[in-house]
């Protein structure tokens, strides 16, 4: 970078080396959030588990926002952010999901939570394989978008779990289908992403 070379102070120099790692050190931070969260989910018996829950999550979630925003102004991403950011998400987003398939209020259907693991799991092997190949691909924008809406899901069932008093069958079932029209983005970005897998293999 050019401040490595500029004739700085060293305190000055410190920080701009130490702030390139603020971005990872978020990704950690959300990696350790997960358990919290399932925490508050399956096992904690206080009434209001539900409103920790989703505090637990909004906070996971506004690292994920903070870190790419940091690491895209500063210019510092890294392999690691690459690979590990998506996967702190996926972590995040599926242990929400398997809350929301299990758990009363909302009951979703549990082939929600299992074509978006499968394409979840599927493309962390593919990312992983090719990484080993030194090759890095990162989130495509429908991976992003397929993120985006299930944050935005995920954040509006918790929520309502938290502060109404009761879930009516209509709501219910809304969110259910827009988690359906996230399963289906799921399956587009999927197929995108192994399109450029294999481009990047020939």
């Known amino acids: 970078?050019?401040?490595s070379r500029l004739r700085l102070p060293a305190k000055l120099k410190k920080r701009l080396k130490?702030?390139?790692?603020i971005p990872n050190i978020l990704t950690v931070l959300r990696f350790l959030l997960v358990p919290l969260f399932l925490?508050?989910?399956f096992v904690c018996h206080s009434k209001h588990a539900s409103i920790y829950s989703l505090t637990v999550f909004v906070v996971a979630s506004l690292t994920d926002y903070v870190d790419g925003t940091l690491a895209r102004k500063w210019n510092v991403i890294s392999d690691f952010g690459k690979i590990m950011d998506p996967l702190a998400d996926k972590l995040l987003v599926l242990s929400a999901l398997f809350g929301l398939?299990?758990?009363p209020p909302f009951h979703l259907n549990i082939i929600i939570l299992i074509v978006i693991s499968l394409r979840e799991f599927g493309i962390t092997i593919l990312r992983e394989v090719f990484l080993q190949r030194g090759i890095v691909v990162a989130a495509g924008n429908m991976g992003k978008l397929k993120t985006v809406m299930q944050m935005i899901g995920i954040i509006f069932a918790?929520?309502?779990w938290a502060f109404l008093p009761q879930i009516s069958e209509g709501?219910?079932?809304g969110v259910e289908l827009w988690f359906w029209l996230v399963v289906l983005i799921t399956?587009?970005?999927g197929i995108n992403y192994v399109k450029i897998f294999f481009?990047?293999?020939v």
């Open 1 to 3: 970078m050019i401040w």
């Open 187 to 189: 399956l587009i970005s």
């Open 101 to 103: 398939c299990l758990l």
């Open 171 to 173: 709501l219910r079932l």
């Open 158 to 160: 918790l929520a309502a």
């Open 39 to 41: 925490y508050m989910m």
């Open 18 to 21: 130490m702030r390139k790692h």
């Open 199 to 201: 481009k990047k293999e």
